[in-house]
């Protein structure tokens, strides 16, 4: 299935409901769509196979989880939107994608809220993200059922190598279309360029875009590294993925298919945590064998003005002391 656009989805969506839907109610008390842009190799739709694989095997095929990776079903925002319709069950996406229907999210996606993975593991364990799930469920009918660490974000560049934040003036950075990144790509100096994932990897090889950044993994997973000659090691955001549920389809789940779809989750977001982990170990070796010129930047030069600037101008829509009270978790 090719890329669609949010009314294609839509449109899609109700073909399905009027075909594909009745023929499955035999075998399945529920039928949930869930979708991820990432490639099918990546950890994290490898986790969804599984996922789906047990609740399938423990529920004797009641609860029928259909997986869609590498955008099948459309652009992050398509599928965040088309989850909050109904037209789509439940989608993994980054916490700042889900923050355009509650606002309050994206501070759990900002440049330099974490210390490490532990410190972002246990703020997500606690009722922080009690009150976030409430803001989403009352506004949008969303809810928040598992998380998963996705890794440290690092830049990548074709042609100019970049140690400093001065040597990001005027250059075209490749950003998800998110207010928190932008905010950020500001602060460094560099140019503004969202574009979707699956129209990456062509921007680069073309030279249409200077750079992007994402965690290893998803690098590896994209083949960007085919088409980019610098590894820079920022490490300028922790990153959780959420795993996002249409609220009405969730709660029309009985307790016990609830319970299962739940258990599987926590326990194979635990294992795709662990190989995020396992990866991350490894690429920048992979990477610099392969060919890529791997960089240690003046990280501090990145951080400074991102500080200055970021946490004051989205403290409005985080609320006050909410980034003060994350520090202290």
């Given at each position: 299935?090719?890329?669609?656009?949010?009314?294609?989805?839509?449109?899609?969506?109700?073909a399905?409901?009027?075909?594909?839907?009745?023929?499955?109610?035999?075998?399945?008390?529920?039928?949930?769509?869930?979708?991820?842009?990432?490639?099918?190799?990546?950890?994290?739709?490898?986790?969804?196979?599984?996922?789906?694989?047990?609740?399938?095997?423990?529920?004797?095929?009641?609860?029928?989880?259909?997986?869609?990776?590498?955008?099948?079903?459309?652009?992050?925002?398509?599928?965040?939107?088309?989850?909050?319709?109904?037209?789509?069950?439940?989608?993994?996406?980054?916490?700042?994608?889900?923050?355009?229907?509650?606002?309050?999210?994206?501070?759990?996606?900002?440049?330099?809220?974490?210390?490490?993975?532990?410190?972002?593991?246990?703020a997500?364990?606690?009722?922080?993200?009690?009150?976030?799930?409430?803001a989403?469920?009352?506004?949008?009918?969303?809810?928040?059922?598992?998380?998963?660490?996705?890794?440290?974000?690092?830049?990548?560049?074709?042609?100019?190598?970049?140690?400093?934040?001065?040597?990001m003036?005027?250059?075209?950075?490749?950003?998800?279309?998110?207010?928190?990144f932008?905010?950020?790509?500001?602060?460094?100096?560099?140019?503004?360029?969202?574009?979707?994932?699956?129209?990456?990897?062509?921007?680069?090889?073309?030279g249409?875009?200077?750079?992007?950044?994402?965690?290893l993994?998803?690098?590896?997973?994209?083949?960007?590294?085919?088409?980019?000659?610098?590894?820079?090691?920022?490490?300028?955001?922790?990153?959780?993925?959420?795993?996002?549920?249409?609220?009405?389809?969730?709660?029309?789940?009985?307790?016990?298919?609830?319970?299962?779809?739940?258990?599987?989750?926590?326990?194979?977001?635990?294992?795709?945590?662990?190989?995020?982990?396992?990866?991350?170990?490894?690429?920048?070796?992979?990477?610099r064998?392969?060919?890529?010129?791997?960089?240690?930047?003046?990280?501090?030069?990145?951080?400074?003005?991102?500080?200055?600037?970021?946490?004051?101008?989205?403290?409005?829509?985080?609320?006050?002391?909410?980034?003060?009270?994350?520090?202290?978790?």
């Amino acid at each position: 299935m090719r890329n669609l656009t949010r009314r294609g989805l839509l449109g899609t969506a109700a073909a399905l409901a009027a075909t594909a839907i009745p023929l499955t109610r035999a075998r399945a008390q529920a039928v949930i769509r869930w979708g991820t842009v990432l490639a099918p190799t990546h950890p994290e739709a490898v986790m969804m196979e599984r996922i789906a694989k047990e609740v399938r095997e423990t529920t004797s095929g009641a609860v029928d989880i259909q997986i869609f990776p590498g955008g099948q079903l459309g652009s992050p925002r398509d599928m965040v939107e088309a989850t909050a319709s109904g037209a789509l069950t439940m989608v993994c996406d980054g916490a700042a994608q889900i923050g355009q229907f509650a606002p309050q999210l994206t501070i759990i996606e900002s440049p330099y809220v974490w210390r490490d993975p532990d410190h972002m593991k246990r703020a997500l364990n606690s009722p922080l993200m009690d009150e976030l799930n409430k803001a989403l469920v009352e506004r949008r009918g969303l809810r928040l059922i598992g998380s998963m660490y996705y890794g440290k974000r690092h830049l990548t560049t074709g042609s100019k190598p970049v140690r400093t934040v001065e040597d990001m003036k005027g250059f075209k950075l490749r950003i998800p279309e998110l207010d928190v990144f932008q905010a950020m790509v500001e602060a460094w100096g560099a140019r503004l360029t969202p574009l979707n994932f699956n129209e990456l990897y062509l921007a680069l090889s073309q030279g249409a875009v200077d750079g992007q950044e994402n965690p290893l993994p998803t690098i590896a997973s994209g083949k960007l590294n085919e088409v980019q000659k610098h590894l820079v090691l920022t490490g300028h955001i922790i990153t959780p993925r959420v795993v996002t549920v249409n609220d009405k389809a969730w709660s029309a789940l009985s307790a016990e298919h609830r319970r299962v779809v739940k258990v599987a989750i926590d326990k194979h977001a635990a294992w795709q945590d662990g190989e995020i982990i396992a990866q991350e170990g490894t690429l920048v070796e992979t990477f610099r064998k392969a060919g890529m010129v791997v960089i240690e930047p003046d990280l501090e030069s990145f951080r400074r003005p991102v500080l200055a600037s970021v946490p004051a101008k989205f403290e409005s829509k985080w609320g006050k002391g909410a980034w003060e009270r994350i520090q202290t978790l």
